[in-house]
């Protein structure tokens, strides 16, 4: 069949490059490869994209809208190209909105606790700044280091101090949106209260780039908490006893900043990644715990909840290069994790704490019943779980680790909770939406993609099918 085009391939470059005038544009080369596939470029999509444009201001990502407008293109949104969900891969014959050169911090107010900052800076260097006026960013994904505030936004990412802090959403007072029509908004604002009009800046929040392109953010921060911070590694039995011991340390009014679980397996991995000796078994669990400010009686206090627990080889220290290199056992989880096998899936629940060592116990029998070899870590202060998924035969997922994670999912809402807690659903999990959500609620989501994006050009299939 003959399709008759209206206009051809450089035609499209040239009104893109005519409206976007100081964007870095890369069209078919080795810059737009690396950013189609989540910064792999060894990985292909499906297809090929139209470009790769970082843009070099607001205006720029105005002209990438209106190019996508008027030629019915799709614009996926991308800040430091670390989704974990398929979220901000290319898509064939899109164009790949790139917002990571705007990367700067134009203020940081102490006196009103807060910052000002544009979606391409790093989780980590904002958070630095901060500090070097006594204050700091508390969202911390593991990925602090490499992902972008933009995008911890779009996804609410989580992370290690979720437990003490809340996810991302929890600390985002405004938020400055271009719409596909090129209006850019202004959303809540500067004060920690916000009582007017619906919260349409909790909306964007977590949506993934389908509604609107994030262009700057205003974070709440916190004063560096006086005192010396307490942090420790204690091991237990095995996942489910740990469950128990965390669950009695959140309720016991120490208020932790951190704490995250690692299972057997995981800790054997880490041993051969780090080249050290933690690991007593195939089944001890590793906790690893934070305070942000220590005294007698709150280390008293933990001592004696991991005693009464089970706990051993429990290690606390206030020397704050110790403590650092105990909390990067954690950030390194993963690269050891992945190190056993050429294929992986990392997924991410969260169930309610009273069902944490319920649920875990559960992914270990899904494991040996399906011959599925599963490594368990999460932050378990908050119940959110990363069962990470092995298999080296194939690229594709084979039919059993599928199977598992469908279990896994079914069983994390059969318990009332989510399966998507910080990463959240890019194309991996969109066609979930009517059962975790409900059929009615999953029509909703649709009318609200409509009401902000009527020509379905942004990030589409990602959050919602």
């Not at 990985?43 to 843009?55: K, N, W």
């Not at 800040?79 to 917002?99: E, N, P, Y």
């Not at 599963?374 to 194939?394: C, E, K, R, S, V």
Request: hydrophobic share 40%.
């Amino acid at each position: 069949m003959a399709v008759f085009s209206a206009y051809n391939h450089d035609q499209l470059i040239e009104f893109l490059k005519e409206n976007a005038p100081h964007a870095e544009i890369h069209v078919d080369d080795d810059v737009s490869a690396q950013h189609s596939a989540n910064g792999k470029a060894q990985d292909t999509i499906s297809g090929q994209i139209l470009a790769y444009v970082a843009v070099g201001d607001v205006d720029d990502i105005r002209g990438v809208l209106k190019t996508a407008q008027k030629f019915h293109i799709a614009v996926v949104p991308q800040t430091a190209d670390t989704s974990t969900v398929v979220g901000a891969d290319g898509i064939d014959g899109a164009i790949i909105l790139s917002v990571a050169k705007l990367n700067h911090i134009k203020e940081i107010n102490k006196d009103d606790s807060l910052a000002v900052v544009e979606p391409g800076v790093i989780n980590q260097d904002l958070d630095k700044a901060a500090r070097k006026q006594g204050m700091f960013y508390a969202p911390d994904p593991a990925s602090k280091p490499i992902s972008a505030i933009g995008g911890n936004v779009s996804t609410n990412a989580g992370g290690l101090s979720g437990v003490r802090y809340g996810a991302t959403k929890d600390s985002v007072l405004g938020l400055k949106v271009m719409l596909t029509n090129g209006q850019e908004l202004k959303l809540g604002g500067r004060t920690f209260k916000q009582a007017f009009g619906y919260d349409l800046t909790q909306l964007f929040v977590g949506s993934e780039g389908t509604l609107g392109i994030i262009t700057e953010v205003t974070v709440k921060l916190f004063p560096i908490p006086v005192g010396q911070t307490i942090t420790g590694i204690a091991f237990f039995d095995d996942m489910a006893k740990l469950a128990e011991g965390v669950k009695a340390i959140r309720n016991s009014g120490l208020y932790p900043s951190m704490l995250e679980a690692l299972d057997g397996k995981t800790v054997k991995a880490l041993d051969q990644y780090e080249k050290t000796d933690y690991a007593q078994s195939d089944q001890s669990s590793l906790l690893i715990f934070s305070m942000d400010s220590g005294s007698d009686l709150k280390l008293k206090t933990v001592q004696k909840i991991l005693a009464d627990y089970g706990a051993w080889h429990v290690n606390i220290t206030d020397d704050p290069q110790e403590a650092a290199k105990l909390i990067q056992l954690r950030r390194d989880m993963l690269p050891a994790v992945f190190s056993n096998s050429k294929y992986h899936i990392m997924e991410d629940m969260a169930v309610p704490l009273s069902k944490l060592a319920e649920m875990v116990a559960y992914i270990d029998q899904v494991g040996k019943d399906l011959d599925v070899d599963i490594y368990t870590a999460g932050h378990a202060g908050d119940g959110n779980l990363h069962p990470t998924l092995l298999w080296n035969d194939q690229s594709n997922p084979p039919e059993k680790v599928i199977e598992a994670v469908r279990r896994l999912f079914r069983k994390t809402l059969a318990f009332g909770g989510t399966i998507s807690g910080e990463h959240a659903v890019g194309m991996s999990k969109n066609q979930w939406t009517n059962e975790e959500l409900g059929d009615a609620v999953d029509v909703l989501q649709h009318q609200i993609k409509n009401l902000f994006d009527p020509m379905g050009i942004l990030n589409p299939k990602r959050k919602i099918n």
